[in-house]
């Protein structure tokens, strides 16, 4: 597709489990973020790749939160010891340069049980 | 600590009217501004954007108004039509941190 696509769309798992977000971002888009957007709010930065670079993670909530871009396309989201707080969609974006319009995918809702 | 405003919840427009959604920001670093919008269970999509050099950009039925004195950035949609109904934020960067800071959104509905 030519579109950020996101995965799963939905996730649903118990207090204490560890889990994983996927994003494939736009083919050939240099900088991919991520953020997390909590009902009523708008979206709130985690962190940003520049290729494999993890350039920011100034916005990760915890070090159970854990983000990598190993070849500089696919970005994987991990948050471990999931908590109530973590409940939220998370959304991944990405963009030619770093200070290009971001487009943004679907998002993935998460809740935690 | 909200570095960027949008004070009006929600707002309400007939079909063939202007719709204004205002911003406010704090920080006087900030040079580029965007408007997203968004629908339920969708990501937000970008709509227009302004950097700090201008203080005015049109596309189409949107056009953007900065007032970099006033820190206050508009959104004009004219003439507002039903699909235009849905959440809008404004964004906004530095030249030199790229992540985008966002405020809580403005839900426009656009009545027949």
């Known amino acids: 597709g030519a579109g950020v696509s996101q995965s799963p769309r939905y996730k649903v798992a118990k207090r204490g489990q560890d889990v994983a977000l996927r994003c494939d971002p736009i083919?050939?888009?240099?900088?991919l973020f991520w953020y997390q957007q909590a009902l009523g709010q708008g979206p709130e930065f985690l962190t940003y790749?520049?290729?494999?670079?993890?350039?920011?993670k100034s916005g990760l909530p915890s070090d159970r939160f854990f983000a990598e871009r190993p070849e500089g396309s696919v970005s994987t989201l991990k948050i471990q010891r999931t908590q109530q707080e973590d409940s939220a969609v998370y959304l991944c974006?990405?963009?030619?340069?770093?200070?290009?319009?971001?487009?943004f995918g679907d998002g993935t809702r998460l809740s935690i049980l | 600590d909200q570095q960027v405003k949008q004070n009006s919840p929600s707002l309400s427009v007939q079909e063939g009217r202007i719709s204004i959604l205002n911003c406010d920001y704090t920080?006087?670093?900030?040079?580029?501004f965007l408007w997203y919008k968004k629908y339920p269970a969708e990501g937000p999509t970008f709509l227009i954007s302004?950097?700090?050099?201008?203080d005015k950009n049109e596309d189409g039925r949107f056009t953007v108004f900065l007032n970099k004195s006033a820190k206050h950035l508009s959104l004009h949609i004219v003439p507002s039509q039903p699909g235009d109904s849905a959440v809008y934020f404004c964004?906004?960067?530095?030249?030199?941190?790229?992540?985008?800071?966002f405020g809580t959104g403005t839900r426009l509905q656009v009545t027949l």
């Open positions: 920080n006087s670093m900030f040079d580029y």
């Open positions: 083919s050939g888009h240099v900088s």
């Open positions: 974006a990405s963009s030619w340069t770093g200070n290009q319009p971001q487009h």
């Open positions: 964004a906004v960067h530095t030249g030199t941190a790229s992540k985008l800071t």
């Open positions: 790749f520049q290729n494999e670079a993890q350039l920011d």
């Open positions: 302004i950097s700090s050099i201008k």
